[in-house]
């Protein structure tokens, strides 16, 4: 899978070694090399004292001698590791590069040389998204550090060792011209036909054609080998892609249905609010209507009300109108009285004389 690291014959947790006495070296190495950069340190320390705590102080000095890849070289390891059959075709590659240019072939060298561009930016690709699953994503400068070590890889046999050793610590340059460190290779002797006694031997323009003829017949399956293998690449990258925007469209998909569901929450929600409002609107109109009913039977009792008010002032202004009459003959009653008393003493006085 992508991202996962390879190792050989670790069976251990690299963070919590079950059984360190029964460690190997050059597995561990191998681990540590395909480990993140930023866990790197810790892990290799872990297993430094593990190797410490049974006594095995050379292999504790081996490991703690591990120096930590950049992030370029982890990425290329990672990519060696985790993609071996595209990882060995890319080795055959370099190889029909260099000795392409050792026997000056243009043919081959010209159809080599669109492989090579081809196949390190389809392994480049792969190993920006194997480091992109193992949580460390490359940066532009850093992937070109990648491709760069690929070109190396295919340009220089030394530097094709090193990078399938799996245990780059820093990125690779590619040479200016093409490394020629390596031996050609000898063309493998052609079958010819069966002489018999009277057969001439071969001439030497004739056993070069035949072994030129091999070598391009070797070249042409190393190509439709490394071709499958870019096609493959490319073809596993792109299912990649594909499951990578099908999770999008999940995602997507997910976060529409949690906002169909809650916007029917919401609607089911505001249809109980909207009942809860018809109810009370209802009771609102019902006791509307009967304190409308109260208040005509208060208007109707007030017009009543009013009319005996009306009434009882027209009764009482009646009222003290003979009382006022009243007492206005009183008051000529009391001065008649009073009158008539003076003339009673008046008589009496006259009679008594």
């Given amino acids: 899978m992508p991202g996962k690291r390879v190792s050989r014959g670790v069976t251990h947790r690299p963070d919590r070694p079950d059984r360190p006495d029964g460690l190997d070296v050059e597995a561990v190495l191998d681990e540590l090399y395909v480990t993140p950069p930023s866990d790197f340190v810790g892990r290799r320390e872990v297993w430094a004292a593990a190797a410490r705590t049974v006594g095995r102080g050379d292999d504790a000095r081996v ?20 993609r071996p059959d ?3 075709h890319f080795l055959e590659l370099g190889e029909s590069l260099r000795e392409a240019y050792r026997t000056l072939d243009p043919d081959g060298l010209k159809q080599l040389s669109d492989q090579r561009r081809r196949v390190v930016g389809a392994l480049s690709r792969e190993a920006a998204g194997l480091a992109r699953a193992a949580g460390q994503p490359l940066s532009g400068a850093v992937l070109q550090e990648v491709e760069s070590t690929l070109r190396a890889v295919l340009a220089d046999a030394d530097a094709a060792r090193r990078w399938s050793g799996g245990r780059l610590e820093t990125a690779l340059a590619p040479p200016s011209a093409f490394s020629s ?19 001439e ?35 596993r990258e792109a299912a990649e892609a594909a499951e990578r925007r099908l999770g999008e469209r999940r995602a997507e998909a997910d976060d529409a249905d949690a906002s169909l569901r809650g916007a029917r929450d919401h609607r089911d929600r505001a249809r109980r609010e909207m009942s809860t409002a018809e109810r009370q609107l209802r009771k609102a109109r019902e006791a509307l209507e009967h304190a409308q ?9 007030a017009g009543r009300a009013e009319a005996d008010l009306d ?19 009183l008051t000529e009653a009391e001065r008649e009285a009073r009158d008539a008393a003076r003339a009673l003493r008046g008589l009496t006085r006259s009679h008594g004389d």
């Fill in 63 to 82: 490991i703690r001698g591990a120096r930590r890849p950049t992030l370029a070289a982890w990425a290329a390891n990672l990519l060696l590791r985790s």
């Fill in 86 to 88: 595209e990882s060995r």
């Fill in 181 to 199: 460190s390596a031996e050609p290779v000898a063309a493998a002797p052609a079958k010819g036909r069966r002489r018999g006694p009277a057969a």
């Fill in 201 to 235: 031997p071969p001439t030497a323009s004739t056993r070069g054609r035949e072994g030129r003829d091999e070598l391009a017949g070797r070249r042409r399956e190393r190509h439709l080998r490394l071709e499958r293998e870019r096609r493959l690449a490319e073809a």
């Fill in 293 to 301: 009913a109260e208040i005509g039977r208060a208007e109707e009792h």
């Fill in 311 to 329: 009434r009882a002032e027209r009764e009482q202004r009646q009222a003290e109108e003979r009382g006022r009459t009243a007492a206005a003959a």
